[in-house]
């Protein structure tokens, strides 16, 4: 499928290496490497290397040595490119740290960073590992459990499988499916909804869990009448980004109003969508100091800056 936004995970900067999670030797060739560095990840919270003001945020990365204990470990895969402290072919391996093993490791409570907030401006290569990092750790935190008779389950090949103690039944990592769409209407206003927890004037497209049994357009055009009581035609696939709280893979449309059906009121839900207004360009400029749109790393400011035909006038809100 053709990626049509600039989204910051859309090519990848690892290779994931996934034979080498069948060696059984795997974590004691990983701690042999010089090259092998450890992402520490605690509480979903993780480092970021000290650089000058003003600069990017990079993650931190560490040696095998400074990581001396680890509640999961995870072998992430081998970076593809040169870059300023990892050679090309450095083996990453998530560390999930206990509070105590974070603590010795890190003792500032402001150096573990949320990347949720904080996050915008990390590279490819970064953004990419911090989001397989925190959706495997995730999903290992809720699957400690075997699904068919409740016995433990223990961590094999590499950390991308749990298999059951008792039955051998095996337990993949989980990606839940959600879309997020920009509707538009004849007159090429976009669609944005407010929710009741935001902020009094924030704003953004619709967005939702992709059910079972439905198709992508399905899930498009079921939304977007949930949410809003419209009918929507033509979901067009624009790009998708993993989206890790907890561990889901949003995938980004554009739709239009059918217009059988332009005459009827956008009405909110209620329930997820408060408020709902059609934008036109000229208003997103005329409010552009008064109205809060997504942050620049979302999938979300990705969809409404390609609706608007660039870089959003608004200042980074959230
Ligand atoms: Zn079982």
Same mark, same amino acid.
């Given at each position: 499928?053709?990626?049509?936004?600039?989204?910051?995970?859309?090519?990848?900067?690892?290779?994931? *290496?996934?034979?080498?999670?069948?060696?059984? +030797?795997?974590? *004691?060739?990983? #701690?042999?490497?010089?090259?092998?560095?450890?992402?520490?990840?605690?509480?979903?919270?993780?480092?970021?290397?000290?650089?000058?003001?003003? +600069?990017?945020?990079?993650?931190?990365?560490?040696?095998?040595?400074?990581?001396?204990?680890? /509640?999961?470990?995870?072998?992430?895969?081998?970076?593809?490119?040169?870059?300023? &402290?990892?050679?090309?072919?450095?083996?990453?391996?998530? !560390?999930?740290?206990?509070?105590? $093993?974070?603590?010795?490791?890190?003792?500032?409570?402001?150096?573990?960073?949320?990347?949720?907030?904080?996050?915008?401006?990390?590279?490819?290569?970064?953004?990419?590992?911090? &989001?397989?990092?925190?959706?495997?750790?995730?999903?290992? /935190?809720?699957?400690?459990?075997?699904?068919?008779?409740?016995?433990?389950?223990?961590?094999?090949?590499?950390?991308?499988?749990?298999?059951?103690?008792?039955?051998?039944?095996?337990?993949?990592?989980?990606? +839940?499916?959600?879309?997020?769409? $920009?509707?538009?209407?004849?007159? +090429?206003?976009?669609?944005?909804?407010?929710? &009741?927890? #935001? *902020?009094?004037?924030?704003?953004?497209?619709? !967005?939702?869990?992709?059910?079972?049994?439905? $198709?992508?357009?399905? &899930?498009?055009?079921?939304?977007?009448?949930?949410?809003?009581?419209?009918?929507?035609?033509?979901?067009?696939?624009?790009?998708?980004?993993? #989206?890790?709280?907890?561990?889901?893979?949003?995938? !980004?449309?554009? !739709? /239009?109003? *059918?217009?059988?059906?332009?005459?009827?009121?956008?009405?909110?839900?209620? /329930?997820?969508?408060?408020?709902?207004?059609?934008?036109?360009?000229?208003?997103?400029?005329?409010?552009?100091?008064?109205?809060?749109?997504?942050?620049?790393?979302?999938?979300?400011?990705?969809?409404?800056?390609?609706?608007?035909?660039?870089?959003?006038?608004?200042?980074?809100?959230?």
């Amino acid at each position: 499928m053709t990626e049509v936004l600039h989204l910051p995970v859309a090519v990848s900067a690892i290779d994931r *290496d996934y034979l080498m999670r069948e060696n059984p +030797d795997l974590f *004691d060739l990983l #701690w042999e490497n010089p090259n092998t560095r450890v992402l520490a990840l605690f509480e979903g919270k993780t480092l970021l290397r000290s650089g000058e003001a003003g +600069d990017s945020p990079e993650l931190r990365f560490l040696t095998v040595e400074e990581v001396t204990s680890a /509640q999961l470990r995870v072998y992430l895969g081998k970076t593809l490119h040169d870059s300023s &402290a990892e050679p090309a072919g450095s083996p990453i391996v998530l !560390a999930v740290l206990s509070p105590n $093993s974070a603590k010795q490791l890190e003792p500032s409570e402001k150096a573990w960073h949320q990347l949720r907030r904080s996050g915008a401006g990390l590279s490819e290569r970064d953004s990419e590992l911090y &989001a397989t990092a925190l959706s495997l750790a995730n999903w290992h /935190q809720s699957h400690l459990y075997c699904p068919k008779c409740g016995s433990p389950t223990v961590i094999v090949r590499g950390g991308w499988v749990r298999t059951c103690f008792n039955d051998s039944f095996e337990v993949f990592p989980r990606t +839940d499916p959600a879309i997020i769409v $920009s509707v538009t209407d004849s007159e +090429d206003r976009i669609l944005l909804g407010s929710q &009741a927890s #935001w *902020d009094e004037n924030r704003w953004s497209v619709l !967005a939702g869990f992709v059910e079972p049994g439905e $198709s992508l357009n399905h &899930a498009v055009v079921r939304e977007v009448f949930e949410e809003s009581g419209l009918r929507v035609i033509n979901p067009r696939y624009l790009g998708s980004q993993p #989206w890790p709280y907890p561990h889901s893979l949003m995938l !980004a449309f554009t !739709a /239009q109003i *059918d217009p059988t059906f332009a005459h009827l009121p956008a009405t909110p839900d209620g /329930q997820e969508i408060i408020r709902l207004r059609w934008f036109s360009r000229q208003d997103i400029i005329a409010e552009a100091d008064s109205i809060l749109l997504p942050g620049k790393s979302s999938v979300s400011y990705a969809l409404i800056s390609h609706w608007f035909g660039g870089q959003l006038p608004t200042p980074e809100a959230w």
